[in-house]
């Protein structure tokens, strides 16, 4: 087995490995940024939907009551329009369509999170890999120009930032993703409740249509 080219892997040091940290930090900045502005936009319709949904549950019949949902556009008007579309065919097609627009949105909200999660699991490891490259290097440069010992100290203090900065770019990218995820949970689990008070008012007016 040829060995050539780990060998020059392994002797490249750990900058370039500092390098593309850096340019999964930009990428994590840009996750976090996008979702922050989409979260807050579905959280802001969510609000104004609160209210309106509420309000006109009792007071409206089912068509006045969807165009009211639909004045507030956003994700839980999504749902909850998939549900009213099906009102018609009774209460278990308004529920199975409650399902699939949940499942559709859920994927919406939580898209792009999971290049926070795997860059906060693994930016520690690929930190670390640099840190091995720079103490290999060292080593190796301290065998060739038969140096003392500061030569070696040097280079285990320049690799160990590979390190740092792994830890610096993982630490920010667990906590977004943890509190993004958090919001899209709390988000649906707001709509799901919304979903529940619509289906029992078309179970009651399906009741009261055949009771007459």
């Known amino acids: ?8 892997l392994a002797l490249t040091g750990g900058s370039w490995v500092i390098y593309l940290l850096f340019l ?7 996750v976090i940024v996008e979702r922050i502005i989409v979260l807050r936009r579905e959280e802001s319709a969510l609000a104004g939907l609160d209210a309106a949904f509420l309000g ?17 556009p956003g994700a839980a008007s999504r749902i909850l329009l998939a549900g009213l579309a ?13 399902v699939a627009a949940t499942l559709a949105e859920k994927r919406g909200l939580e898209r792009r999170l999971m290049v926070l999660g795997t860059l906060g699991n693994n930016a520690p490891f690929v930190g670390l890999f640099g840190t091995v490259l720079g103490v290999i290097k060292s080593f190796h440069d301290l ?3 038969g140096s003392g010992p500061e030569v070696v100290m040097q280079g285990l203090s320049e690799a160990l930032v590979a390190t740092a900065v792994g830890l610096f770019v993982a630490i920010p990218c667990v906590v ?8 899209a949970k709390d988000l649906l689990a707001r709509t799901e409740s919304f979903g529940r008070i619509l289906l029992a008012q078309v179970r009651a007016q399906h009741a009261s249509v055949g009771h007459k």
């Open 1 to 8: 087995m040829d060995l050539k080219f780990l060998t020059i």
């Open 143 to 145: 065998a060739a120009s």
């Open 86 to 98: 099906q009102a018609r065919h009774g209460p278990a097609g308004v529920e199975d369509h409650l």
């Open 176 to 183: 977004s993703y943890n509190y993004l995820f958090g919001k």
């Open 56 to 72: 006109g549950l009792c007071s409206e019949e089912l068509p006045e009551l969807e165009k009211t949902i639909a004045r507030h």
């Open 24 to 30: 999964c930090s930009v990428v994590a900045l840009s």
